[in-house]
């Protein structure tokens, strides 16, 4: 007598299913199907390993559609208190991360650090500074020297009379001298010349603003010129002790990755003093 087949529902099937990419594991599914009927725990899970397909898909495309585009860019001068400039450049069509390299090559700046949040990029760019002897008979000819300006009574550096000052970065050269004795103080600024060349049209100079000793001044005449002008002026009155700070904008349009705005400021902060330079009758 044959033995009557007896037929027990199984018990829970349980698998598990990777979707991978590259050879690893980007996403792993475990399906848990109460059911005699194996094909429809695989058509299950058929099911749950497409749908999770479907949203990994969208969501790589999603951050394909977004790598990184910047409207803006800053460019900090690592400066001195006696001259410090930024750069801010907007683009009309915003690049991707990527290009921020290029565009700093293409005005000649090598950063020190790059840092990239949303859409803003900002950059940091050392600064130089020279010195040397302003001699009053010719003004044209000028010994190099050595020079560090003093520490300040009242927040900037003492920088010492007779003696032509200059301080450059990536954005431009900022200069300044003044004699011993005397009652002004002559300044000049220009753009640097790799970011002149990304120029378009003429430049709007705001006018220089500054501050003697605490009380503000007449603010200096602005200027609509070419991006290669030499921008100059003097700060008057600037005798002998005078504790000047300053600040001027130059803005601009350049034609970078589909064009944009720019602006540079250009500021700082110094002391005037009467001490000559060192070999001129003041201390080495």
Request: glycine share 12%; aromatic share 6%; net charge negative.
């Amino acid at each position: 007598m044959g033995k009557c087949a007896h037929h027990h529902p199984r018990p829970g099937v349980q698998s598990t299913a990777n979707l991978t990419k590259g050879g690893i594991t980007v996403l792993s599914i475990r399906s848990h199907a109460q059911t005699q009927n194996g094909g429809r725990t695989a058509s299950l899970l058929s099911v749950a390993v497409l749908t999770a397909a479907v949203l990994l898909s969208q969501t790589q495309n999603a951050v394909a559609d977004e790598p990184g585009q910047i409207s803006t860019l800053t460019v900090d001068g690592e400066g001195f208190n006696q001259s410090n400039a930024d750069l801010v450049l907007n683009f009309d069509t915003s690049i991707s991360a990527v290009q921020v390299e290029d565009v700093l090559q293409s005005i000649g700046v090598d950063p020190l650090s790059l840092h990239v949040d949303g859409s803003q990029a900002t950059a940091t760019s050392m600064a130089q500074q020279s010195t040397s002897v302003m001699p009053t008979s010719a003004p044209s000819a000028r010994l190099s020297v050595t020079a560090t300006p003093m520490a300040g009574p009242t927040g900037g550096a003492s920088l010492r009379c007779n003696q032509y000052y200059s301080w450059a970065d990536g954005n431009g050269t900022y200069t300044l001298q003044h004699a011993c004795g005397g009652t002004t103080a002559p300044w000049s600024y220009r753009i640097a010349a790799p970011l002149q060349s990304v120029i378009v049209g003429n430049v709007s100079e705001s006018g220089m603003s500054w501050t003697r000793n605490g009380t503000a001044m007449p603010r200096q005449a602005p200027h609509t010129v070419g991006a290669s002008y030499l921008f100059h002026g003097t700060y008057n009155p600037a005798p002998d002790g005078s504790h000047i700070l300053y600040q001027d904008t130059i803005s601009f349009r350049h034609n970078i990755s589909g064009g944009g705005s720019g602006i540079i400021s250009f500021n700082g902060d110094f002391n005037l003093s009467s001490v000559p330079p060192c070999g001129s009758g003041g201390p080495c």
